[in-house]
């Protein structure tokens, strides 16, 4: 997706350079990224980097708060697993209790057990979706703010992609 955000990039400040700002209307409705169509035209409606790059950067806030949310909901499925092991332990030890064979007591703990591996496995693996997703969004909302940036600087569309690709290499 970083890709393709840089090819539209480049697209637009090729057509903008070799065109000027009014020639990329065209483009913009065929844009598939809604915050490039969004940037596309205020740049068109005058508005300068002053003004769009912190839309964009609140819109990445907003994004990352909602991450949080999922992260917090995520906390209290995982610590929820554990008790449902315990639960399934406690009926165990009743039953076997009641049997009068100590022995099969031991037994027991397995449900425990397994639910504490399966609260580490979803821990890590749901940490890692979260993580993924983040750094993903971060990467977008950087390429665009300084694709946007350079844009409206007129930095040479070529290098403005070099610049663009770096950063996702860096990333």
Do not use: C
Request: cysteine-free; charged content about 20%.
């Amino acid at each position: 997706m970083p890709v393709q955000l840089i090819n539209s990039i480049y697209e637009i400040s090729a057509l903008i350079r070799k065109d000027g700002l009014l020639a990329t209307e065209s483009l913009r409705k065929d844009l598939k990224d809604p915050w490039l169509q969004y940037a596309l035209k205020k740049m068109i409606d005058g508005f300068d980097k002053n003004a769009i790059v912190p839309v964009i950067r609140n819109e990445h806030l907003r994004y990352h708060e909602q991450f949080l949310i999922v992260e917090a909901y995520k906390e209290r499925v995982t610590s929820s697993i554990a008790l449902f092991g315990m639960a399934g332990s406690l009926a165990h030890i009743m039953y076997f209790l009641s049997k009068d064979d100590p022995t099969l007591v031991a037994a027991s703990f397995v449900p425990f057990l397994l639910s504490l591996f399966m609260q580490f496995v979803f821990s890590a693996w749901s940490q890692s979706q979260i993580d993924f997703q983040l750094d993903q969004s971060r990467v977008y909302y950087a390429i665009l703010e300084n694709g946007v940036a350079g844009i409206q600087d007129g930095i040479n569309s070529d290098i403005l992609r070099d610049q663009l690709m770096a950063r996702i290499s860096h990333a």
